[in-house]
């Protein structure tokens, strides 16, 4: 994973494709395939979210003061498998 974007929005992306994108100081977005995301709202609804401006993208968002840490580098691991099959 390659880290790119701003020391303010620092972002990591696998084969220049977005994985993670610092949002603020207490959220992260992730890739996420449509199917999957759904997933992990259904599974960990404190953990993870879709603003309306995502909704339409294949991203979900971390709330990282109530983040799963084994759901989020799940996530994580998803978002790179993701990037790599493209």
């Known amino acids: 994973m390659k880290r790119k974007g701003t020391e303010a929005r620092p972002a ?10 610092w949002l603020d ?13 759904e997933r992990l709202l259904a599974d960990h609804p404190d ?3 879709v603003p309306p401006r ?6 979900v968002v971390v709330e990282l003061d109530r983040a799963d840490p084994e759901a989020v580098e799940r996530a994580i691991s998803e978002a790179v498998e993701l990037q790599r099959r493209r």
């Open 25 to 37: 100081p207490t959220s992260v977005v992730i890739r996420s395939a449509f199917a999957a995301r």
């Open 54 to 59: 995502f909704e339409s993208h294949m991203m």
């Open 12 to 21: 990591w992306y696998v084969d220049d494709r977005l994985v993670v994108r």
């Open 47 to 49: 953990t993870f979210g």
